[in-house]
């Protein structure tokens, strides 16, 4: 059976033609999956500021909703509680989920023949050191449905929880198959949270809530794909496991990328749909389309790439707001400004005081309500 093509499978754009090099915005996150992943840690009554030392991260930003913080600093953060607790599941459940679970969950899945049995493997072995949260997978005949549920009620950090576990099982099992498992849809079973414009990068953008049990959906025939990993390929996925997953933040998102990259290179002019369409030599209706199975939208991609270019201008340089308003392709400031409120919902010069306030002059530490780059 031809499987449908939910990944992209193309090269990288060359390099532009006038030798411009021009380094990516980072990557970030929002605060309240760090405020999330930190809560264990405060209620077992640790000291949380050594740890947001060691990652970079400023503490006083947890105290700044709009805030955000590289992806980078995240990852390294999420191993550094871990080893903390000695419990990769943050402290959040009944029983401690001891440090090198996650390898030996890798283990029991990586000999699976096809998706289907790893995911299988993965709720058995998660049945036993995850007792809290029951994993299962629906087969449909057009549509598979991976749901986790609680056993019991989830005291501490419920929505960091399933966040945490969707992220883990999908990030892995994409890795297994070697290829990103894009999810049709996923519904939470919590109201909606204040970060979840960021769910369209990490889920996708046809997040629900309110739901009695988390569900993500995704194509039926998906569950046929063959486990392609082996040992030699799990010694080095494992280097900077588990919190490496969520450097998978934008990266598995290929065609968003590649947009990003064209958009970013034609700067300060602002170039069309159908423009990058031509480009990356492809037909307007195929990019939009690539983009939406990639839980994204053209708009979506420009906006993110503003914002964090944006963000790295206010935190580096003294640059003129309105010089930075004309490098991004805005008409005018009244323009940035508008935008640049509706992402992070502070006006540009304020943003770059409370930048200052905090000291922090890395790119990206803080952003908008939305990780719209996708």
């Known amino acids: 059976m031809r499987l449908p093509e939910k990944t992209a499978r193309h090269a990288p754009l060359a390099a532009p033609a006038t030798g411009r090099a021009s380094?990516?915005?980072?990557?970030?996150?929002?605060?309240?999956?760090?405020?999330?992943?930190?809560?264990?840690?405060?209620?077992?009554?640790?000291?949380?500021?050594?740890?947001?030392?060691?990652?970079?991260?400023?503490?006083?930003?947890?105290?700044?909703?709009?805030?955000?913080?590289?992806?980078?600093?995240?990852?390294?953060?999420?191993?550094?509680i871990n080893h903390e607790l000695d419990d990769e599941a943050f402290?959040?459940?009944?029983?401690?989920?001891r440090?090198?679970?996650?390898?030996?969950?890798?283990?029991?899945?990586i000999t699976a023949p096809t998706l289907a049995e790893a995911i299988a493997r993965s709720a058995r072995f998660l049945r036993l050191v995850l007792p809290d949260l029951a994993v299962c997978l629906e087969n449909h005949?057009?549509?598979?449905?991976?749901?986790?549920?609680?056993?019991?009620?989830?005291?501490?950090?419920?929505?960091?929880?399933?966040?945490?576990?969707?992220?883990?099982l999908h990030g892995l099992l994409s890795w297994l198959v070697g290829r990103n498992i894009v999810f049709d849809s996923v519904v939470f079973p919590y109201p909606r949270p204040v970060h979840a414009d960021d769910y369209a990068l990490i889920f996708t953008a046809r997040s629900t809530f309110d739901a009695e049990l988390l569900t993500a959906s995704f194509a039926a025939n998906l569950l046929e794909l063959p486990v392609r990993r082996?040992?030699?390929?799990?010694?080095?996925?494992?280097?900077?496991?588990?919190?490496?997953l969520t450097m998978l933040y934008r990266r598995d998102r290929e065609t968003v990328l590649r947009?990003?990259?064209?958009?970013?290179?034609?700067?300060?002019?602002?170039?069309?749909?159908?423009?990058?369409?031509?480009?990356?030599?492809?037909?307007?209706r195929t990019l939009h389309r690539?983009?939406?199975?990639?839980?994204?939208?053209?708009?979506?991609?420009?906006?993110?790439?503003?914002?964090?270019?944006a963000i790295n201008r206010l935190a580096k340089t003294r640059q003129a707001l309105s010089q930075i308003a004309a490098d991004?392709?805005?008409?005018?400031?009244?323009?940035?400004?508008?935008?640049?409120?509706?992402?992070?919902?502070?006006?540009p010069a304020h943003y770059r005081r409370r930048m200052q306030a905090s000291g922090d002059d890395e790119p990206g530490q803080r952003a908008g309500r939305s990780v719209r780059a996708r």
């Open 328 to 347: 991004l392709g805005f008409a005018d400031s009244a323009a940035f400004f508008r935008a640049f409120r509706r992402w992070t919902g502070s006006a």
């Open 290 to 309: 690539r983009l939406e199975d990639e839980g994204s939208s053209f708009q979506a991609t420009k906006d993110a790439l503003r914002r964090d270019v």
């Open 91 to 97: 402290g959040f459940f009944s029983a401690p989920m």
């Open 230 to 244: 082996d040992e030699a390929a799990l010694q080095a996925f494992l280097d900077g496991a588990p919190g490496k």
């Open 23 to 80: 380094a990516p915005a980072r990557a970030t996150v929002a605060i309240a999956f760090v405020q999330g992943m930190l809560a264990g840690l405060q209620h077992a009554g640790h000291d949380t500021a050594p740890l947001l030392e060691r990652a970079n991260i400023a503490p006083q930003l947890l105290d700044d909703p709009a805030a955000r913080i590289p992806v980078d600093r995240y990852a390294t953060l999420y191993n550094l």
């Open 99 to 109: 440090v090198g679970s996650f390898e030996f969950l890798c283990r029991s899945c």
């Open 141 to 168: 005949p057009e549509q598979a449905r991976l749901c986790i549920g609680e056993t019991r009620p989830l005291p501490i950090g419920r929505v960091f929880a399933f966040e945490w576990l969707l992220r883990l």
């Open 259 to 284: 947009v990003r990259d064209a958009l970013r290179d034609a700067l300060p002019a602002s170039r069309s749909l159908a423009e990058v369409a031509r480009a990356l030599h492809l037909s307007p």
